[in-house]
């Protein structure tokens, strides 16, 4: 056994992360490939799934549903709605696995997740085709959030064993031999949102599973199909019984439940202020029989801005458009990072809002399998949020485009909309909307834009398009924001590359994708040992 581990870590020090690459959808097989594989995902719809505790199915009276909010007459699949029973259930199994599982060798550890990217990589057309049906992602998106997906499962894999094979190092003290050691809290319980419903609750599950310890994943209802193909991806690769035990149900019953356990030590959550501030408040409680004081990474909302500062190079001025265009519409702005407030220069507003709105006009609305550019939003109550919303912008603001909802008879679509004449102070500059809304305004001075883009309480991402560097220098140092990008999209964050979390209201700004976000599942333990008697 010895022989066999020092083995695997001469091949894991050769391991160098790369991210996943995208697909390339101007090749014709690539599209035929997608489509084959929609066409599979069609064939199996409206199957009953059951809850997975310690490797064993369950089931309970209560069911939900997954429904294709693109075409809203289609059941993806059925889905259990756990008990207390259940949740208690899974908690004491999860704990138990933990026990084992700690203690598990690093390197095989690892090299389960290893293997589960590679099983992901295989299944990749089948999971793009399931999350396109689901929540309705055109092509580019869910194949992105599968890549993502594949970056986690090596990123974090690789990370754990580095901090294995390198633990700080400390002081040398006389007679005594002093070292520092990582090890994993216990049980977790991952609570993710449904845009990214591959990608964040494979992540923060990944990282919790790395590092040691055991969890409990709670899908959203609106996505519980990704993190159940999740589910099986992780069995297929190896993991035991136990350390991941899938519990769809409803927040407000089991969600609940779970963060209060004294048994869950860590809450893994991405998802709204609201629910994400309870959360907080909910875990800062200790319960009858808690013996510690639990962790809590909530990554939440934004209200995110671009600036476009007074632009003379005409590439980089229609690269801007193009690259608000995306980010503010892109999976119909259900991103948290999507840009919900445009900040245009003076100098320049009225030819980037002509270049900006012929592009809005000719956005292509329709069923994401038929790789529409926009597609619906994810359920009624988002598409009626939305609307209300718009409709407080038609009473203060200008409309200039879109503002409908479209295509009824299908699913929960709504039109690109643009306001314009937005005070700063407006709801519709201040509040998420989590839709395709976009609030424009116009400002003199850099200095104003910075205030503008900083007068929200989020503060996740931010975007400047400058020629300016003493401009670009004052945004990096005063543009509040945990992600600020430069002369690009504000979306689109990727593994390793642009470690991601807000400040403000927007979270705990944890760095999802970051070197220290395993860091987060983990507690130091310090060792001193006299030697010299």
């Known amino acids: 056994m010895q022989t066999m581990l020092r083995r695997e870590t001469l091949v894991y020090q050769k391991y160098d992360y790369e991210t996943e690459p995208f697909l390339d959808f101007s090749n014709p097989q690539v599209i035929e490939k997608v489509r084959s594989a929609i066409n599979f995902a069609e064939s199996n719809l409206g199957k009953e799934y059951p809850l997975y505790i310690g490797g064993q199915e369950y089931y309970s009276d209560g069911k939900i549903k997954s429904i294709n909010p693109g075409q809203k007459d289609q059941v993806i699949g059925i889905f259990q709605d756990a008990t207390i029973e259940q949740a208690d259930k899974a908690v004491e199994v999860a704990w138990q696995a933990f026990k084992s599982w700690s203690k598990l060798d690093v390197y ?9 990217a590679n099983i992901l990589r295989q299944r990749k057309y089948e999971a793009i085709a399931w999350m396109i049906l689901e929540v309705g992602k055109n092509y580019a998106e869910a194949d992105a959030d599968v890549a993502e997906t594949i970056d986690y499962l090596e990123y974090y894999a690789k990370q754990m064993i580095d901090l294995h094979e390198n633990p700080p190092k400390l002081y040398k003290f006389p007679g005594e031999k002093n070292y520092y050691r990582y090890l994993p809290l216990g049980v977790v319980v991952v609570i993710p949102p449904w845009n990214f419903p591959l990608a964040i609750p494979a992540g923060m599950s990944i990282a919790a599973m790395v590092t040691g310890n055991t969890i409990i994943l709670k899908p959203a209802n609106d996505s519980p199909f990704m993190s159940y193909f999740f589910y099986n991806v992780m069995k297929e690769a190896g993991l035991p019984d136990g350390v991941l035990n899938f519990l769809s149900g409803r927040g407000s019953v089991v969600g609940d439940y779970l963060v209060k356990h004294p048994k869950v030590r860590m809450i893994a959550f991405t998802g709204s202020k609201e629910v994400g501030s309870n959360i907080y408040k909910e875990a800062s409680t200790l319960s009858q029989g808690q013996k510690f004081l639990k962790r809590v990474i909530a ?89 209300q919303y718009i409709e407080i912008g038609k009473k203060n603001n200008k409309l200039v485009f879109g503002g409908q909802k479209v295509l009824e008879d299908m699913g929960y679509y709504i039109e690109p909309t643009v306001f314009e004449n937005v005070n700063p102070k407006d709801i519709i500059a201040q509040e998420e909307i989590f839709g395709p809304v976009l609030a424009v305004m116009k400002f003199s001075d850099f200095c104003e834009a910075i205030e503008i883009a900083n007068s929200t309480d989020y503060g996740l991402t931010g975007g400047v398009f400058s020629e300016d560097r003493y401009n670009i220098e004052k945004a990096v140092q005063d543009f509040y924001c945990g992600n600020l990008y430069i002369n690009r999209k504000c979306t689109g964050a990727i593994v390793g590359v642009h470690p991601f979390g807000g400040f403000n209201m927007s979270g705990t700004d944890a760095k999802a994708g970051g070197p220290d976000y395993l860091l987060y599942f983990l507690q130091g333990r310090s060792v001193s040992e006299k030697i010299d008697f």
Request: hydrophobic share 40%; net charge positive.
């Open 108 to 116: 095989q550890r690892a090299n389960i997740f290893f293997r589960a």
């Open 299 to 387: 990554e939440m909302g934004g209200k995110n801005a671009i600036i476009v500062d007074n632009i003379k190079d005409e590439y980089l001025l229609n690269h801007a458009v193009n690259s608000v265009l995306v980010s503010a519409y892109g999976y119909q702005g259900q991103k948290c990072s999507a840009c919900s407030r445009l900040l245009l220069h003076k100098n320049i507003y009225d030819k980037f809002m002509s270049l900006f709105l012929e592009k809005v006009r000719n956005i292509e609305i329709g069923l994401p399998k038929e790789n529409k550019f926009m597609g619906p939003v994810i359920n009624k109550s988002a598409q009626d949020k939305i609307l």
